[in-house]
């Protein structure tokens, strides 16, 4: 099974398992870092723009 050529061997790491061994272990842990805050800041910006909308509604600002 190892002495296959490379192309054929289907076994071993998956995706996760190749992007660990292109970037090591620091660029995993950066590349799930600013995942982790972009899902974040996300999160607070979708509720701050919930929260004006509903000002906005409030108020009868026309536009919306």
Do not use: C, F
């Amino acid at each position: 099974m190892l002495n296959k050529p490379p192309g054929e061997w289907n076994g071993g790491l998956n995706g996760w398992g190749r992007l660990l061994g292109v970037v090591g272990i620091p660029g995993a842990i950066s590349l799930y870092l600013t995942w982790w805050l972009t899902q974040w800041v996300g999160a607070k910006l979708d509720r701050m723009i919930q929260l004006l909308e509903q000002i906005a509604h409030a108020v009868k600002v026309s536009g919306l």
